[in-house]
C-alpha cells in the first residue's frame, strides 16, 4: 500500500502570539492605551523616543503578564529584567525595543487543546514583556507612521513547537484566547491588533525524532489567516521534500490574498538583534507576596468551570461549552439559573433565544436589557403553565427590547394561558366544525390531521390555549369510540 | 566681597551674585546684561556658547526681578546660569554638538532644568560640546571648537568644554554639564574650575540626551566650591522620571564646607600616579595633597590593581550603549533630515550625513562589541571587568575615607594635538573613567598650574553619596590654598595660538 505525501511526515508547528494587554496607559509612559484616536495624538517625548525620554515600567502590565503566567501553569521569575533588542525600523521610536531576553518573566506552562475529542496539551517556553511599535502607512512616494500604538504593553507568549497540524495551531490559538479574555489581561480584539501572531513549522518524516528545517511565517492578521497560511505551507515543505528538494531557514510573508506565502529574508539576512541589558530600568523582583496577591485574583479558568457547570446544573457538556466560552454569557447564565433552579431549561434560553437575539442586533450580552432574574421569572411561568412557548418567545422579546418583568407583559399583553376547560371545549368544537375532514381523518387515527386541528384550535386562541389542554380535549372529542 | 568693580557680575559667583540680589544691591537684569555684555565680547575667542538668545535672558531676569518685587525669595532667584547643549530646555535647542539634531527644538524640560527653575534660575544659553558628549576635547562638535580661555590656543577639554570655559572665562557664573567618562571633571581641571560629578543616580538623568546610559550623570561646574555644593544641593533627588534615580536624602551640601578635614584618611593609588604623566601635572597634584596633610589629613597609599583596564572596558560599554541611544536619531521625528528613495534610505542618509567622525567610530565600535559571534568576548567580559573595577573602589574605601589623584596626565594639550589619533585621547581618559564605572562620585578642584600658566586639577574621589565628604575635602583645600584663582586675563592680546 502506498501512503499518502502528507501521510509519510509528520509536521510540527510553534507559534509567537502577541498580545496586547489591558492597561490603562502604555508601558513606560503615562500615554493612554488605547484603541482608534486621531493619528500621533496619544503620544509624549518618551513614547516618541524624544532625545533624553526614558521609560518608567508599568507595574500593571507586569502584574497581568504574571497574572497570565498563572493562568497558564508558568513558572514565575522572580527576578527578571529588561533588554534593548536593536533594529532598524521607521515605526521604531528609539530603533530598538525594549524587550526580554534572558530572563522572562514567565517560563514554562501550557495550553490544553480539544482535538477531535481528544484532550492535548500544548508546552509554553516562555511568556516575555516588551513594547508595541507604531504603525507605518505606505503611499505612493511617501510614507507615514502613527506612533499611538508605541509603547502598548506587549506580552509575547512562545509555544514549544507541540502542534502538529493547522487544526490543532488554530484551535490553541482559540483556547488562549478564551483564557486571556477569562483573566481580562486583553480585550483580545483581533480587528484592533490586540493578538497577533507569528508561526514556525517544520515537517519531518514520520518517525524521525530530528525536527525539519523551519521557516517562519509572518503577517497573518486573523486566526483563520493564521490556519490557511499554515495550512499552504505545511503542504509545501511536504511537496518540495516529496520532490527530493530542501527547506531554506528562512521568513515567509503570508499573502491573504492570494493565499500563498513567499520568501522575505533568509538566515542569512537575519538580523542580529545585539541585545544588551537595558540600563535605564531596574530588574524586576517580585517578591512572593506580590505573586501570591495576584494569584489570589485568578478567575476560574473555562475548561474548570465547563466541568463544574456540567456537575453543578447537570447540563449537557455541548451547552457547558458554548456557555462558558464567553465570560460574561457563562456569569449572565450562573446568575440566571440561580434564580431560577431549572437550569436545563435557562440554559435553552441562554443558547437559544438570547445568542440569537444577541447576535441578530450585534449586543454584548453586558449591554442586555433582560436582567438575569427576570428571564428565572421567565422560565417560571413557563414552568408554571401561565403561559405558553409562544406567549414566552414574545415576552423575551419585549424584554429583550424593552427591558421590564415577565409577569407585567404577560398581563399588559393578554398572553396568559387560556386552562379554561370549557372556553377550550367550544374552541375545540369550532375547529371541528369548520375542518370536518380533518376530524375525520383523526377519527380514521391520522396524527397528522390531529396536529393541524389542534393548530387551528390554537389560532383560535390566538396562542393563549394551553396547548396540552387542547391535545387532551381533541383526542378525547374525536377518539375512534366517540 | 574680593575686588573689582561693582558691575562686573560676570567675575563673581553664585552665591557672591544670589547675595547681592536678595540684598537688593543689583537685580536680576543688571546681573544678566552684565553677562550678555561679557559674551558678546569674548565669547567669540573662546566659543563656548552655541545658542543665546539675549532677549529671553534679559525677559527672564525682568520677570525675576518682578518677582522678588511681589515678595519671592528663592534663594537662587534670578541666577542666571549657562546650560551644557545636552540637557532639555523647553522651547530651546538641543543639538549636542551635532548636525543631526540641527533645528530640533525640546519639547520639555530636563528635570534638572526643572529643579534650577523651582530655585529660581533664569537660563542663560547653551554651551559647546564634543558631539553627544563623545571627546575629551570639545573638538568633536559640528559648531566649531571651544578654546580654553587660559591660552585660546589650547582645548577646553571635553566634553563639557563649553561649560568649563564658560566658567572660567567668565562668561558664565556657573554652568550645568555632564559626566560620562570625565567630560565635566576634566574640562573642569583644563579651565580651572570645579566640577562634580555626582553619585550614579544622585541626579536625575531625565531630559539629559544619553550617551551611556548606565555612565552619564548631570554635574555643576562652578568657580568655587561653595557654588558647586549650592547648586549639587537643587540638582540631587529622586526623580520618578528616572527609574535609576535614588531615593536618598539630599544632604545640605554647604554644611559640610566646615574646613576641617582632621583625621581624614586620603588614600593615593599607585596605579594613578604612573609613568607618561606630566612632571608638571605631577608635581602641582603632589602639592595640593601635602596641603591636605597640613590641614590633618591623613596621607595613605592604597592600590586599585584593576585599573589598567579601565579604558578598553570604558569604551566597550560606553559604545555599545551609545550604540542603541543614538539610533533613535534617524531622521523620522524630529531633527535633520536628509530626503531618500524610501524610509530606510532617508534613515540612512541622514545618519551618514548627520554623525560627525567620532559619533560613527564609537557606534560602529559599540555595534561590533554587541555583534552576536563578539558579545561575549568584549561586552560581558567588560561587564564582568566593571565589577571588578568597582570591587577595587569597595577595597580602597576600606582604607581611607576619600581618593586624591590627578585629573589627567596632563593639562590642556593645543588644538589638533590629538585630535588626528583617537586613542591617545581616550587614554587621557584613564583617571576619571573608574569613577564612572564604579559609580561612583568625583570632583575636580583648581590646584595650581604649570609653568606655562595652564591650571591643574586635583581629583577627589569617594564612596557613593559621599559627596558631602568631597566637598569638605576640596573647600578645606581650596580655602587652605588661598581660595579661589583670579581668573585668566581676557585682553585680546592675549590670546594663544588658536586659529
Known sequence: MTRSPAAAFQSDVGLEVHVQLKTASKIWCGCPNRYGSPANSDVCPVCLGYPGSLPVMNRHAVELTVKTGLMLGCEINRYSKWDRKNYFYPDMPKNYQISQYDLPLCIGGAVEIDIGGQRKRVGLTRIHLEEDVGKNTHYEGRSSVDFNRAGTPLMEIVTEPDMGSADEALAFLLALKEILAYGAVSDCNLEEGNLRCDVNCSVRPAGDTALGVKTEIKNMNTFKGVHRALDHELKRQIAERTQGGAIVQETRRWDDEMGVTSAMRTKEQAHDYRYFSEPDLLPVVLSKESIDEISSTLPELPKARRMRFEAEYGIPAYDAGVLVADRALADYYEAAAAASGNYKAVSNWVMGEMLRALAETGTEITGCRVEPEALAALVRLVDEKAINSTGAKEVFQEMFERGGEPQGIVEARGLAQVSDTGAIEALVEQAIGEHPDSAQDVRNGKEKALQHLMGQVMRLSRGKANPQLVLELLRERLSPGA | ?499
Not at chain 2, 604623566?277 to 584593576?306: K, T
Open chain 2, 1 to 499: 566681597m574680593t575686588g573689582g568693580d561693582m558691575s562686573e557680575f560676570h567675575s563673581r559667583t553664585v552665591h557672591e551674585v544670589a547675595g547681592l540680589l536678595s540684598r537688593g544691591e543689583c537685580s536680576a537684569a543688571d546681573v544678566t546684561e552684565d553677562l550678555i555684555r561679557a559674551i558678546e565680547t569674548h565669547d567669540g575667542a573662546v566659543r563656548a556658547y552655541v545658542h543665546l538668545d539675549p532677549e529671553q535672558a534679559l525677559a527672564d531676569a525682568h520677570a525675576a526681578d518682578v518677582a522678588r518685587a511681589a515678595g519671592d525669595d528663592r534663594p537662587l532667584l534670578g541666577v542666571p546660569l549657562g546650560i551644557k547643549d545636552v540637557l532639555n530646555v523647553r522651547q530651546q535647542p538641543c543639538t549636542c554638538g551635532s548636525r543631526i539634531l540641527k533645528g530640533y527644538t525640546a519639547l520639555y524640560d530636563a528635570t534638572c532644568i526643572t529643579k534650577l527653575r523651582d530655585a529660581g534660575v533664569t537660563l542663560l544659553g547653551r554651551l559647546n560640546m564634543d558631539e553627544f558628549a563623545m571627546g575629551s576635547s570639545t573638538e568633536n562638535s559640528a559648531y566649531g571648537e571651544t578654546r580654553n580661555p587660559w591660552d585660546t590656543g589650547r582645548v577646553a577639554g571635553g566634553s563639557s568644554g563649553g561649560s568649563a570655559a564658560a566658567v572660567a572665562g567668565q562668561l558664565a557664573l556657573a554652568a550645568i554639564g555632564s559626566d560620562t567618562g570625565g567630560s565635566i571633571r576634566q574640562p573642569a581641571s583644563f579651565c580651572g574650575c570645579v566640577g562634580v560629578k555626582p553619585t550614579y543616580g544622585r541626579v536625575s538623568r531625565y531630559g539629559l540626551v544619553a550617551f551611556a546610559s548606565s555612565l552619564d550623570q548631570v554635574g555643576p561646574l562652578t568657580k568655587d566650591v561653595e557654588d558647586a555644593a549650592l547648586l549639587l544641593e537643587v540638582l540631587s533627588g529622586r526623580d520618578e522620571m528616572d527609574s535609576t534615580s535614588v531615593d536618598q536624602p539630599v544632604p545640605k551640601y554647604r554644611d559640610a564646607l566646615t574646613g576641617d578635614i582632621r583625621g581624614l584618611r586620603l588614600g593615593m593609588p599607585r596605579e594613578y600616579f604612573t609613568e607618561g604623566m606630566d612632571p608638571e601635572v605631577e608635581a602641582s597634584v603632589r602639592a595640593a595633597i601635602e596641603v591636605c596633610r597640613e590641614q590633618g589629613a591623613e596621607i595613605v597609599e592604597v592600590n586599585l590593581p584593576h585599573t589598567e583596564y579601565a579604558i578598553a572596558v570604558y569604551y566597550i560599554i560606553a559604545t555599545a550603549e551609545a550604540s542603541a541611544n543614538l539610533s533613535r536619531f534617524d531622521g523620522v521625528r524630529y531633527g535633520a533630515r536628509v530626503p531618500g528613495e524610501d524610509p530606510i534610505d532617508m534613515v540612512g542618509k541622514t545618519r551618514e550625513q548627520g554623525f560627525g567622525e567620532e559619533v560613527k567610530r564609537r557606534v560602529i565600535l559599540g555595534t561590533y562589541v554587541l555583534s552576536s559571534g563578539y558579545h561575549d568576548a568584549y561586552y560581558l567580559r567588560a561587564q564582568k571587568a566593571r565589577t571588578l573595577l568597582r570591587r577595587d573602589f569597595d577595597q580602597a574605601f576600606t582604607r581611607c575615607d576619600a581618593i586624591v589623584a590627578p585629573v589627567a596626565p596632563t593639562a590642556a594639550y593645543r588644538l589638533g594635538e590629538k585630535k588626528a589619533d583617537p586613542l591617545q585621547m581616550y587614554l587621557g581618559d584613564i583617571l576619571t573613567v573608574p569613577a564612572n564605572l564604579a559609580g561612583i562620585p568625583g570632583l575636580s578642584v583648581p590646584c595650581g598650574a604649570t609653568t606655562d600658566g595652564l591650571p591643574v586639577g586635583l581629583q577627589i574621589l569617594g564612596p557613593a553619596f559621599c559627596e558631602e565628604r568631597l566637598l569638605r575635602i576640596a573647600h578645606a583645600y581650596e580655602q587652605a590654598s588661598g581660595g579661589r584663582r583670579p581668573p585668566p586675563s581676557m585682553h585680546p592680546e592675549s590670546k594663544g595660538a588658536g586659529s
